[in-house]
């Protein structure tokens, strides 16, 4: 019997079209974060930048960023955070809360960004919020509350 680590389910590593962002997100393209495409995360004085390019298949009808595609993105942009800050691996962390607040739409095409700060880390759980932004203009504020897993699961690392 031999010692085979699990397959890896997330990737975190150096972007080579993008200096100094790494590349977040599941190593399996069936899963719902594969649906957001690629994902970028820095950290910049404190805070998180994550970043996606919403594409048509994120589109409403007024062809802006549909709710819960922003809804999503925010979701998962808070466990880029976490990662980024290392306060998280991978695994099974899950959301407890999320609120969020539209403040305008977000256009198709064009790099949305969310900016995350992590107000207070207990032994089990991350207190978050921030806002998204696209082109210097406020799309969304959100908070968020995530527990982390006692659990651990494999990464590809860069």
């Known amino acids: ?19 100094g962002w790494m590349r977040w997100g599941f190593t399996d393209p069936t899963r719902y974060n594969s649906f957001l495409g ?25 062809d802006n960023v549909h709710g819960g595609a922003m809804l ?15 306060l998280i691996t ?17 256009r198709i095409g064009e790099p949305l960004e969310a900016q995350v700060e992590l107000l207070k880390e207990t032994g089990r759980l991350l207190f978050l919020r921030g806002l998204v932004v696209q082109g210097g203009e ?10 982390k897993s006692a659990k651990t699961i494999p990464q590809v690392e860069g």
């Open 90 to 106: 991978a695994g099974s962390a899950v959301t407890l809360d999320l609120t969020a607040q539209f403040m305008g739409g977000g």
């Open 1 to 19: 019997m031999t010692d085979t680590p699990p397959p890896a389910t997330f990737l975190y590593e150096e972007d080579p079209d993008h200096p």
């Open 72 to 86: 999503g993105f925010i979701d998962v942009s808070l466990f880029a955070a976490s990662r980024a800050f290392g």
């Open 38 to 62: 690629p994902m970028l995360v820095r950290i910049d004085n404190g805070v998180a930048r994550v970043r996606m390019t919403p594409e048509r298949r994120h589109s409403n009808l007024r």
């Open 138 to 147: 406020k799309v969304a504020s959100f908070a968020g509350t995530i527990r």
